[in-house]
Each structure stands twice: as structure tokens, then as C-alpha cells.
């Protein structure tokens, strides 16, 4: 569509990003219709079109962000189903970005809005202060509901429905070392704990260990990675964001360099989109875009990864698995059939529950930043879910895991969790009873 | 923004009043349901149709018929017009805004209220998108037929306004086909109904008569469509040629053979390379045009309609026959051809012609069109539902270039003019909007469009309903 912008506008890179994307919209609409903000809230300010809208006319009349854009902006889950749906190819993922930080740069939010999000970020993103939160936090549950009457406070209820009930297990997992091929070695990958998914559940990257050296893969946990930068990356926080990035590219290029990587392996596919865009993050700094396009390039999720191991066809065994497909996994990193079809030739039952394409509502920080839209979501989603009748459900992404559990009795695990088990690990814990 | 089409004058004393309108409204609806701050109406501004671009004063987004027919009693009550809106995908500008307008959108009326095997017939609100409804009862073995290529976002009412259509629509006919009632609120506030679950009504076909109206008659909450049982099996079969006209001489011996196929859809060379990059459906890239016909039925029946179609084809010189293997082939021939023109976008801004014209005379159209655009200086992308003669034409051209923009504008208004004279109609499905509403006089004699705004007059005396749209400006203002 017609965009006006003036030479001096244009100078600024993020801003000429922008107005090729917004050029290359048609204003079709086919994108409101799997926004799943717009079939919940039916009005087009919360649609990607309607966004697209908003973003143009504040970076065209260079204003700062207002009230009424950061409403509809932080309503966006950037689940991305709308970059999927776009025959146009809107590369809305990096405008909605740079509206972020657009927003971060030039609007004050409400106090209680500022201390939330100060605390997510400056909680979330370490495992040792996330694991002491979880602490207080289940000291601080009894108090959900009276947190959910005050509007600036239901965040604070959230975060706290949210906290697992019992305190986390702790785990060998994520300490740094080399893990040896169990048989004869086929591989070397470095895996990415991350942050809150360890202290969540370390059951998931204890799996996928297991899983790898009875493969023959050699594994390395490098000393000194830690949170993507996703979290802050989508609160518009670009200098922290980048930060994370640029020491994470530093520890795998040391390994690249060290011994060779064949592949850096993601089990939360919401890390593996911001990492596989390490390289279009850091484009701009000299000093990283090289390194950083090829740590992006190595990135990839773990069942990309398997697809590529050729394992066995096992014997059907009798469990329904339904499949969540993460948005990140679908929209973000474009995996739809790998993790299926994993899952299939490990003998499952794979059922897939109708309006795939819609977020469960927790994207990131969303379920506690914008509660009541997440809410709807879940629900929606655990209906179809349930709707399948399955055993079991199955996913890529700790958020998901975290959020569809808190709305659902029937047990939900990782994908990797059930193909260990299948190809000869320990039977999941949740599936005691099955 | 394109300038060459006019709109309305807004109307001062609205205008003048918009602080206390606004105020009224907040009234007569919850918060939510009312968008009134300025930056706020900037999305709303415009259609698929995007060079023309007006904000409205206020947007209204009404969950119930009564709080429908509260908005329109008062806009009525005070000379307020009305701009109905459903998903915002018109291609002819049918749901863009004027300045002393509300936009009356209906997107939080989107559930559908009910499914009744037993009549063949879905209940649903005027918000629900046209696929969900085939979404909802395909589990059943059932489908709602007419499917425009924005099927995925573009609403029941919408279609109603526009008496849409679709590729599938050669065969189960258009919008005003599979409607058989609906629930309307008036211009003043009451609330009708017309039609029901059966065929037909006792009395005027006063149903006809609003499909197609364009939001100018009133505005519909609810339809009650036909449902139509699936058949047992469907193939679209891919037919190659070098040529745009052989390809187009073969659609109409086919029609004329007395065949009829479910879908027949044309694709020349520019189209089908917009379209294979972004679907990956395996469009042959070496022919020249390119259609793909779609039969049904059981597998006995499909392969003996094939086999005429096959038969006549060759005649044309057809180059490659490709019948689809599978499902998942079968998705992605109809998703590329269905994305055809937001893949456009890819490569340049478009803007969409939707001309009918009889069948003989497709070849003798499509080589005309070609020279109008290349006289232009201009590019053009064909795709569009050749078994009912109804082209697509897509002008491409650069936004950005105001020059270029009013080419493509005239060159357009050159093509729809090349399918009158034809013999043909100058909208097929995406309705008159404020895009042809110029050209009405081409079409129709003085004494053919009074009698037309007679009847229009006759539901709305104000002419407050979507006033800029479908007549020529010329003596009404």
C-alpha cells in the first residue's frame, strides 16, 4: 500500500525496514481472520490489519506512541498466525518489533504497568532469581483472587496462578559440560537451556540428553549462555534483548570455533524464533551480524533436528496424543509436520485438535500481562483439545506446556519427553496412571 | 490517494455535531462497542479498495440486532449516514467511510446460531465469515457453496451486500442462489425479516431485491443460507496452453458442449508465476495460460466428464493436462488460486477489475485488455472465474507514484467499458462501490438508473445508507 515517508525518515534503518514491509501490504484482510484477537475481541484495531494501520500512521507522522496505539499493540500475542495467513508475504513479526521498541522508547506506561513489566524482566530471564520467585510465590497464592480485583493488579494474580504448585525439582541438566554419544557418535550440537524452562520443567532438556547419546550425539552445555532475549525482545527492550543475544552468539561461536557444531538444539520453539533471528537482530552491529547469521543458521528446533536422524518406525502403541502446535513452532519457525510425524513413527496416535492455528493465549509474558484475552484463549483451546479425547497432549514450548496444564486435567508434555520414552527412556512421570 | 472518484460533500450540520453524536452513541451502546477517538478511526478508513480513503466520524460495533436497530433509529432520527461494514475486504470500496458517517461494522456478531440438517439450512449472524460456516458443517458431510477467494475473512453480509460469488459458483450459482432468508433492520430502526427455510416467499422477492443492494436497503443481522451436501469426490485438473486465447476459446466450447464443471478458473503466465511462488502448487511455469477445472462427483462420473472435457481441449492445442494425486495437492491448486491476489502483492500494488463478459467473447477481451494496459505503459496479471465470464484483470502499478496511480485507474475504467460494450456487465461479484460507480452510465440508460434509485428511495427517503456508492453523484447532491 501507499506509504509517506521523507528522505530524513527513511535514513533511519529501522524505520526504512518498515516501510518496505508496510509497501508490500495490499490491505486484503485475509489476516483478521486467524488473529486470534480478532475473533476474540471482533474489533479491527486488534487485528494484524488494523495494527499494520496503527504502526504506519504513528512512524509516518513520526509521532510517539499514545495510549490507544499500546493498547491495541500489547493486546497483539505475536503469534504470527497472521504471516502465515498473508498471501502478500507482510513481514509483520519485524514491524510489530520495531513498534515495540518504538513504544519502549517514547511512552511512559502507568506506574503499576512499569513495575510489573520491570519485574518480569528483571526476574524471568535468570533461572537463580526465577527459582527464589517461585518460592515467594507459592507463599503468595492464597492472595491470587484479592490481586484480581484491583485492575493494575490482576498481572500480579496471574503470575501467581500461574507458579507451579510444588517446588521445582532440581537438575544436573543444565550444568555446563560435554555430554558423550552413548554409541557410536553420528553428531556434536550444543543445547540451549535457557531460563525459565529449566526451573520449570528440566525434565524436558533431561529427555532430550538422554534421547541424543543413545542416539550417538554428542552434546554440549557451554558454560556462560542463558536466557534468549525473548521475553524483553517482546516488551520492546531492544538494548537488553541484544545484550542476551550478543553473549549467547559469543559462547556458541566459541564452540563452533572449538570443536564444531552440527546444530544448536532449541526445545522451546518461542527461543528457537528469536534465535533463528539472532541474525536479523544484530544486522546491524558490525561486530556480530556475521556471527550472529550463523548461529541463527545452525539454530534449529530439536524435532527438526530428529527428522534428520532417520529413527526407527516403532510398533503402534495404544495412546492418543493430541498435538499443540506452538505458535512459534507454526507460524514462527514454519515446523508442522516434523514433530507429527516424530511422533508417528514412535507407534502414537496423533490427533490434531480443531483451529490449530489459534494461540492458547500464553505467548510469553501475555498470560500475565493481558489475562483476560488469555483466559478466553485457553479455553477455547483446551475445548478443542479436550474435543479429541486424547491420552495425552503433546507440544514444543514451556509456555504452552505451562498454560494448557493450568486449564486442563489430562497430562501434557513435551514432544521430546514421549520419544525418549518410546525409544528406551523412562516412562514420563505424568503418564504414571496411563 | 486517488482523487478521480468524488464522494459526497460531508454534511456540515453532522459535522458540526460530531462531540455530541459521539455522546449519543456511547448511549446506546457498551464501551467497547463504540471506537470514537480519531487515531482509532484511521484502520477503518479504508477497504481492499485502498486508494480511496475517507475517515468516518465514529464506528460502531454492535453485538445485537437491537442495539442495530438503536444505532440506525438514531442516525435516522437525525440524517446521519450509515456505512455498513463487515470483515473490510470489498474490492470496489463498498465499505469505505465518509467523514460525517458511522461505520457500522458488524464483527462482533459472529456466532452462528443455527444448524438445521434436516431443512439444509445454517442460521448465522451477518459477521460470520463465509468459510466458517463450510467449516462448521463439513464435519457433517455438508458445505455452504458460493466461496468468493476472500472466503476465509470476508463475512455473510458482506456477501449479501455484494451479491458475491466464487470459483465454485459455475456450478451452485451466486449469493442470491443460496440465501433464503434474512433478518434486517430497516433504515428507521425496524426490524424485518424475509424469507425463512424454504425456496421461495409468498409475495415480492423482496429477498432478490436486497442481495446485492450494497448496504443501501438496510442493514442485515442475520441469513439463513442453503447448505449443499458434498459429493463424493472433487479433482481440479490442471490444462496448459501456450496461448491466453486458446485457453479462453476452450472454456466456451466447453460451456457450450453443454458441460458443466464445478469450477472452470483461467490463469495467464504472469498469474500463474504470482501465484506458484507463493503456493507452491506445482502450476506448470512453461505454458501460457493456464485453467484449472474442477469436476465432482463419484469417480465413475468425474472420469467420464473428463474425458469430454479432455477431448475438447485437445482440440485447443492444450500442452499439459495434469490431474491432481492427492488432498493435500487439491488444497494447494485452490489456496494459490484463492491467494492470487494478495500474492500480487508481492510484486507491486493491483488494483482488481471484475468484469463479466459472454463467453465467445473471452479471447477477443483478453486480448483488448492486454493492449489497454500496455498502452498505458502498464503491467496486468489475469486470474479469474472463466466458466461464468468473469474476469479479473489485476492493473499493476506503483502506489507510490501518483502518475502511475491514475493510470491504472483509467486503464481500468477502459477495460470495465471494453466488457460493456462486449456485450457484458461491468460488475460479476465484487459489486458497483464507489469504484464503477462512475461508469453506471456506460451501463445503464438515465430512465434504467432512476427506477432503480426509485426503489432505492423507497427503503431509504434520506438517503443515509452508504450514500456515496453504486449511483452517479451527478443531480443527487
Known sequence: MQTSFTPAQLADPHVAESEKILRRCVHCGFCTATCPTYVTLGNELDSPRGRIYLIKDMLENGRPADEEVVTHIDRCLSCLACVTTCPSGVDYMHLVDHARIHIENTYRRPLADR????????????????????????????????????????????????????????????????????????????????????????????????????????????????????LVHHMGREEQALDFARRNVDVWTREIEKGGLDAIIITASGCGTTIKDYGHMLRLDPAYAEKAARVSGLAKDITEYLVGLDLPKLEPRRLNVAYHSACSMQHGQKITMAPKNLLKAAGFTVRDPAEGHLCCGSAGTYNILQPEISAQLKARKVKNIEATRPDVIATGNIGCITQIASGTAIPILHTVELLDWAYGGPKPEKLAAK | MSEAIRFLPPRQTVLSRRAAIVADLADLLPPECLVHEERELVPFETDAFISYRRLPLAVALPRTTAQVAAVMKYCHRCGIPVVPRGAGTSLSGGAIPQEDAIVLGLSKMSRILEVDYANRTATVQAGVTNLSISETVGIDGFFYAPDPSSQLACTIGGNIGMNSGGAHCLKYGVTTNNLLGVKMVLVDGTVIELGGKHLDAAGYDLLGLVCGSEGQLGIVTEATVRLIA????????????????????????????????????????????????????????????????????????????????????????????????????????????????????????????????????????????????????????????????????????????????????????????????????????????????????????????????????????????????????????
Not at chain 2, 502499478?397 to 485507474?409: R, S, T, V
Open chain 1, 115 to 230: 513495575l510489573i513489566r520491570n519485574l518480569l524482566a528483571a526476574v524471568l530471564p535468570y533461572p537463580a532469581r526465577f527459582r527464589t520467585a517461585l518460592g515467594f510465590a507459592r507463599l503468595g497464592r492464597p492472595f491470587a483472587a484479592l490481586l484480581k480485583r484491583v485492575s493494575a493488579l490482576k498481572p500480579l494474580g496471574a503470575m501467581l496462578d500461574l507458579a507451579p504448585k510444588s517446588a521445582a525439582r532440581f537438575s544436573d541438566a543444565a550444568k555446563p559440560g560435554i555430554r558423550p554419544a552413548g554409541a557410536q557418535k553420528r553428531g556434536r550440537v550444543a543445547i540451549l537451556s535457557g531460563c525459565a524452562q529449566p526451573v520449570l520443567d528440566p525434565g524436558i532438556n533431561e529427555a532430550t540428553l538422554r534421547l541424543l547419546a543413545r542416539l550417538g550425539v554428542e552434546v554440549v552445555v557451554p558454560e556462560g549462555e542463558g536466557c534468549c532475549g525473548a
Open chain 2, 230 to 477: 458434498k459429493p463424493e469426490g472433487a479433482r481440479p485438473v490442471l490444462f496448459g496452453f501456450e496461448t491466453s486465447e486458446e485457453a479462453g476459446a476452450c472454456v466456451a466450447d466447453i460451456i457450450g458442449s453443454g458441460i458443466i464443471p464445478v469450477a472452470i478458473e483461467f490463469m495467464d503466465k504472469p498469474a500463474i508465476e504470482i501465484c506458484e511462488a507463493f503456493a507452491q502448487a506445482g502450476y506448470p511455469l512453461d505454458v501460457g495460460a493456464l485453467l484449472i477445472v474442477e469436476v465432482e462427483g463419484s469417480d465413475a462420473e468425474m472420469d467420464a466428464m473428463l474425458a469430454s472435457i479432455v477431448e475438447i481441449a485437445r482440440r485447443h492445442g492444450v500442452k499439459t493436462v495434469r490431474e491432481c494425486q492427492s488432498a493435500t495437492e487439491a488444497a494447494l491448486i485452490w489456496k494459490g488460486r484463492k491467494s492470487a491476489f494478495g500474492a500480487t502483492g508481492r510484486i507491486a500494488d493491483y488494483i482488481c477489475m471484475d468484469g463479466t463478459v459472454p463467453l465467445g467473447k473471452l479471447p477477443y477481451v483478453l486480448n483488448k485488455t492486454s493492449e489497454i494496459v500496455e498502452r498505458f505503459g502498464l503491467r496486468v496479471a489475469n486470474v479469474f472465474h472463466a466458466g461464468d465470464g468473469n474476469m479479473h484483470p489485476l492493473i499493476l502499478f506503483n502506489a507510490n507514484d501518483p502518475a502511475d496511480a491514475a493510470k491504472a485507474e483509467e486503464a481500468g475504467n477502459e477495460i470495465l467499458k471494453l466488457c460493456v460494450d462486449a456485450g457484458g456487465c461491468l460488475t460479476g461479484e465484487h459489486g458497483v462501490g464507489i469504484e464503477k460507480r462512475d461508469l453506471m452510465r456506460h451501463q445503464y440508460s438515465d430512465a434504467d438508473l432512476a427506477q432503480q434509485m426509485a426503489v432505492r428511495s423507497a427503503f431509504d427517503e434520506g438517503w443515509i445508507l452508504n450514500p456515496s456508492k453504486v449511483f452517479p453523484l451527478e443531480g443527487r447532491e
